[in-house]
Structures are given as structure tokens and as C-alpha cells.
């Protein structure tokens, strides 16, 4: 008997995305998407827009676009707003971050230069490299929250978007644990009058956020929205929120090789990561503050799938070490090497080497797409929306938010079994097991 699928509104009119931190990512990810939309270039590496969908069994060769199977907002719905702390419009902040080359950047210029930062919540105390002059002013940081919830409506009103969306694309900030004042919304909003020095400048634009109802993903490793405060937040105004720190590089291929290791049961000894990165990210990733929000979201991926106390003789207190290098001649394009130290059989040991000269922004932009658009369809399924956090999202972070209770899930092949199950689940087709013994009854 056919289940029943889940009632998601239809996405009419336009999708406004609105992005704290218009650095590297950001203006890759909208350039990208202006690029697209004027047939300049594909959209390579988003699963919305290429990937497809299996569904029943294997005979019946049903496979359609995930954009054919949900209802998804379309790219040419998209409209663009954010803040940061330096002036630049798009085109100069894109060229700057010297991501892409000008020659697509001038073919959608005209586009790029319209996008105008809105002055940033800033406290250099959270970003130690970062001078900007673009930046609110406000007595109190409850201030600062009512401002960006000004300039949300207001940009709601100009855009006409009928749907926003909101994705922090800024930099890291500094390593922050969960203190009193992130425990309940209460003690938040207390500590927002007050001026805390535990509410950090993107918790601010989060809560702006939540409270008017407007969805949130976090691209950067910070606390931010994962805090009770917060997700209580979201979970009395049915908002789904998801995080956090896009999962490109290095780490990706990190979650794409340990699963294959553990499947084949090789035991690991020692894990090195070393990178060099030129981009402004590098160069606030130098500071030891950034550098350990990140190190801590880089570090855990491995624990987790390797589940050392399921089987310790393979990976009981291996050694994971992970370095950042500042080096501002590659730009943009990072390169990660990786040196593995393994054991086979009887313990005869193994290396791997990898060398990935990879580009960080071009990895993330089409996360940055798929999030915005899976998040927009949550927010128009009331049943997904009440759910808080979108754990079916966790296939595009490094430290994926999940319930308190749970244990986050890094492997990338269960984390992209969830979300299209979750996606066969939302439209009433069965799930997907793999078992397949009805083929040979
Ligand atoms: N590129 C990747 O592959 C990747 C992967 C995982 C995470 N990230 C994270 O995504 C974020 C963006 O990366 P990027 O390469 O675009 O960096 P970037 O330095 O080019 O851009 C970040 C921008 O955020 C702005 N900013 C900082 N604090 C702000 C604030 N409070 N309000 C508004 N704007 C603020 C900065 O001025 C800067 O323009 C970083 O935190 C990075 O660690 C990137």
C-alpha cells in the first residue's frame, strides 16, 4: 500500500538568502548562481541541482532529479543580501577573495555590484585578524539583535522576498564553551541587555534570525545557534536550523576514506594533516582563537567513525594531528596532505599519502546552494520545521548538530542514506535498506 506523503508547501515566489559574511564563499556561491541561471557555467557538486534519486526497487529503474522529486525553490528565485564588515560590493569582495577568474566575474558584474554589504556585528575580540569599518553601532547587543531584525525586514520589503533564509558564511570565531548565559532563552535575552561577553556577534545575527522565524545554517565551526538558548528558540517558533562548518577539503576526504578503512576493518596508528592556505579565512585561521574552534570541529570526525571503543585493537589512541598554514601566496587554493599510518593483517603495517590541491570556495559554494534550498523546503514542511535541527543535513558539515543525546553521524555514506531517505520519507516512497533478497524468492 502506497504511503502517504508529507504535506510541504509549494515554494512561490522569490527565496531571499541572507549571508552574514560576503568573503570568498559567499560571493563564489552568488556569482556562481548568477552564473548559472545565464547558462555561463554548470552547477557541479550541488546535489539540488545534478543529483538524482532512486526509488523502489531496482527493476523498476525509477531515478528522478532530486529537484523533480521535491518541491524546491528555483534558481531563478534566489535573491541575495547579507552584511560584513568591509564596504565592498560583491564584484570587489569577489575579486578580492580571487576565487574566480574577472572574465566570469565581468560577465555577471552588473549583478555582483548591486550586492551591497549592510554594516556587520562586530567585536574584534571574536575575530583577532579582522579591522573592518562597516560595522553597527548599538548600546547594548539587544540592540545590535533589533537592528539586524531591521534591516531583515527591510530587506525583505525591497527584495520582495516572500521566504528568507539565513546562511553565516563569516569567519570563524574564537573558541567559545557553552556558559550560563546559553542556557535558556531567557538568560540569553538577559545577557543581550546586559552586554555578555559570552554572546558572540553571530549568535546575535542568529537570534535576530530565529526570532522572526527565519531558517539558519552555519557554515563556520562556531558555537553560534548550538546552544539551548537558541535551539530552544527555534523549537518554539518551528524553525529548522542546521550546522556546523561546511565540510570541503580535507575533511571531506577524511570522511570518505575512514568508513572504507573501518568497512575493511584496517586499523590506523596516526592520521597527519598538514595544509597551506593563502585566503583571508587562512589568514584569521592563524589566530589561536579561530584556530581552535576549528581544530576541535577538524579533530572529531575521525572518533566518531572510527568508533575506537567498538574496536579498540584497530583504533584505540591513535594519533589525529591537523595544521593550518597561513601562506598567502596560494590564495584560495589550499593544498592538504595527509600522511596515514595504517595496519593490516598480522599488523603489518601501510602508508597513504594524499596530496589534494583542492579550492576551498569552489567546494563550498555548491553546499552553501543545497543548504539554502534544502533548509527553505524544511521551513515549508511544518512536520520537519518543528523538528528544530535538520540532522538529515549533517551530510555537509564537519561537526554536524545533532540532539543532545545523540552522537553526531560523520560517515558521508550514511549521512547522504539519511538525507534521501529522508527525502523518499517526506514524498511517501518506501526507504531504501539495500537488502534485496525479494530478487532472488
Ligand atoms: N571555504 C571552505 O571550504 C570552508 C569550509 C568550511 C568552513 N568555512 C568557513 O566559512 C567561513 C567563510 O569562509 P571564507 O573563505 O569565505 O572566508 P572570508 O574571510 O573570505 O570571508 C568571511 C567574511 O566574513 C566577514 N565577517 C567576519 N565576521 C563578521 C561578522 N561578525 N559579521 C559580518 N561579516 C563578518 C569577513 O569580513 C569576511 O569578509 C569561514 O568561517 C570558514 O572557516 C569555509
Not at 309 to 333: A, M, Q, S, W
Request: positive net charge; hydrophobic residues 40%; proline residues 6%.
Amino acid at each position: 500500500m502506497a504511503k502517504k506523503s508529507i504535506h510541504i508547501v509549494e515554494p512561490k515566489g522569490k527565496l531571499g538568502v541572507l549571508i552574514p559574511g560576503m568573503g570568498a564563499v559567499a560571493t563564489t556561491f552568488m556569482a556562481g548562481v548568477e552564473a548559472i541561471r545565464r547558462r555561463l557555467a554548470r552547477p557541479i557538486g550541488s546535489l539540488t541541482q545534478m543529483g538524482t534519486i532512486r526509488l523502489g526497487k531496482r527493476p523498476e529503474k525509477r531515478a528522478p532529479a532530486i529537484k523533480d522529486f521535491i518541491p524546491l525553490a528555483g534558481l531563478d528565485d534566489l535573491v541575495f543580501g547579507g552584511w560584513d564588515l568591509f564596504k565592498d560590493n560583491s564584484y570587489e569582495a569577489a575579486l578580492k577573495a580571487g576565487v574566480l577568474e574577472r572574465t566570469l566575474l565581468d560577465q555577471v558584474k552588473d549583478f555582483l555590484s548591486d550586492i551591497r554589504p549592510m554594516p556587520a556585528v562586530f567585536q574584534q575580540k571574536f575575530v583577532k585578524k579582522l579591522h573592518g569599518e562597516n560595522v553597527k553601532k548599538g548600546k547594548t547587543k539587544m540592540d545590535l539583535a533589533e537592528q539586524v531584525a531591521d534591516d531583515i525586514q527591510n530587506f525583505r520589503k525591497t527584495s520582495g522576498a516572500s521566504r528568507l533564509i539565513m546562511i553565516w558564511c563569516g569567519s570563524t570565531e574564537i573558541y567559545l564553551k557553552p556558559g550560563a548565559v546559553h542556557q535558556s532563552l531567557a538568560a540569553f535575552e538577559k545577557g543581550l541587555r546586559a552586554n555578555s561577553p559570552e554572546i558572540a556577534p553571530s549568535m546575535i545575527y542568529a537570534y535576530a534570525a530565529l526570532k522572526l522565524g527565519i531558517p539558519f545554517a552555519n557554515g563556520a565551526p562556531n558555537l553560534t545557534a548550538d546552544i539551548p538558548a537558541l535551539l530552544g528558540l527555534a523549537l518554539k517558533n518551528g524553525v529548522p536550523v542546521c550546522g556546523k562548518d561546511f565540510k570541503t577539503g580535507q575533511t571531506l576526504l577524511k570522511t570518505i576514506i575512514a568508513p572504507g578503512l573501518k568497512a575493511r576493518l584496517i586499523g590506523l596508528q596516526g592520521w597527519f594533516s598538514t595544509n597551506i592556505l593563502g585566503n583571508r579565512d587562512g589568514e584569521v585561521l592563524e589566530d589561536p582563537g579561530s584556530f581552535r574552534t576549528k581544530e576541535e570541529s577538524k579533530l572529531s570526525v575521525l572518533e566518531y567513525i572510527l568508533q575506537p571503543d567498538l574496536y579498540p585493537e584497530l583504533y584505540k589512541g591513535f594519533c589525529h594531528k591537523v595544521k593550518i598554514n597561513y601562506y598567502p601566496p596560494r590564495g584560495d587554493n589550499k593544498e592538504g596532505w595527509d600522511n596515514l599510518d595504517i595496519f593490516g593483517w598480522l599488523g603489518y603495517p601501510m602508508q597513504i599519502k594524499i596530496d589534494f590541491l583542492c579550492r576551498d570556495s569552489i567546494l563550498a559554494a555548491p553546499l552553501v546552494l543545497d543548504l539554502v534550498l534544502f533548509l527553505d523546503l524544511a521551513q515549508r514542511c511544518p512536520v520537519m520545521a518543528h523538528k528544530g535541527i535538520q540532522e538529515w543535513l549533517s551530510f555537509y558539515f564537519k561537526s554536524p548538530m545533532c540532539a543532545p543525546h545523540l552522537y553526531p553521524e560523520h560517515d558521508l555514506f550514511i549521512q547522504l542514506m539519511k538525507l534521501k531517505n529522508t527525502l523518499r520519507h517526506l514524498r511517501g516512497e518506501d526507504l531504501i535498506t539495500h537488502l534485496g533478497l525479494e530478487y532472488y524468492d
